[in-house]
């Protein structure tokens, strides 16, 4: 079965960096595209980026646009979200999620979270 | 960017009753459009893509209508596992975008 455990949560300070992993298991991580989506506290959902199968197409919610990068180690099974230039309005959990197909589709399988905390 | 707006917000409804959560797109997203199903401390669950289309495993009381900018997301007969939030997102169009969620609660 699908398995997506995420992990590089923690607390860090407003203006530095953080990398959140995503590893895979259970399909073939190769040929599909994966996401990131972000929940604050009590809060709904919100779409971060997305990367597809191969990694030669990225797109990211302005929110986030220029500041954090998706990428992916098809070798190693693995998602990464390389986050910088933190904001305390990026304090959430992030979920790592599979694309039903090579890329920009509904997503069907997801991980459990990492919780960000941006705070001084 | 496309603008997803749920309503109502909150939905009270008697286990046994039908439900029907509404998503309006800003622009028309086609038939892009997906319903995910949340419970607290969990991630969120796919039930619906391609606006009618059950995910794997989705019981048949969940159905999705709809096409263009006006959705709904039917639960014919809540039972108690039903009640929990309801989000929809559109992929017609990048940067991806989600509604604010429905929260359905027992009545």
């Known amino acids: 079965q699908v398995q997506l455990v995420e992990s590089g949560g923690g607390v860090v300070q407003p203006g530095r960096s953080l990398r959140l992993s995503c590893a895979a298991s259970?399909?073939?991580?190769?040929?599909?595209?994966m996401h990131w989506v972000r929940q604050a506290p009590g809060k709904g959902l919100e779409w971060v980026a997305a990367?597809?199968?191969?990694?030669?197409?990225?797109n990211y919610a302005d929110s986030v646009k220029g500041r954090f990068t998706i990428s992916r180690d098809n070798s190693k099974n693995t998602l990464y979200l390389e986050m910088n230039s933190l904001r305390v309005e990026d304090t959430a959990v992030y979920y790592c999620?599979?694309?039903?197909?090579?890329?920009?589709?509904?997503?069907?399988?997801w991980g459990h979270g990492t919780l960000v905390t941006v705070s001084s | 960017e496309r603008v997803m707006t749920q309503s109502p917000a909150t939905l009270s409804v008697s286990p046994g009753e039908r439900a029907a959560l509404s998503c309006r797109a800003s622009?028309?997203?086609?038939?892009?459009l997906a319903w995910y199903q949340q419970k607290p401390g969990q991630a969120p669950r796919l039930l619906i893509y391609?606006?009618?289309t059950r995910a794997t495993g989705i019981p048949a009381r969940f159905s999705g209508s709809g096409s263009g900018t006006e959705f709904t997301l039917t639960i014919s007969s809540l039972q108690s596992e039903d009640f929990a939030v309801y989000y929809c997102?559109?992929?017609?169009?990048?940067?991806?975008?989600f509604g604010g969620g429905t929260r359905v609660e027992i009545k």
């Open positions: 999620a599979k694309d039903q197909v090579a890329y920009g589709y509904s997503c069907d399988d």
């Open positions: 259970g399909f073939t991580f190769s040929s599909y595209g």
């Open positions: 997102q559109q992929y017609n169009y990048w940067p991806l975008t």
């Open positions: 990367i597809s199968y191969d990694g030669s197409n990225k």
């Open positions: 391609r606006a009618s």
């Open positions: 622009q028309s997203v086609g038939s892009n």
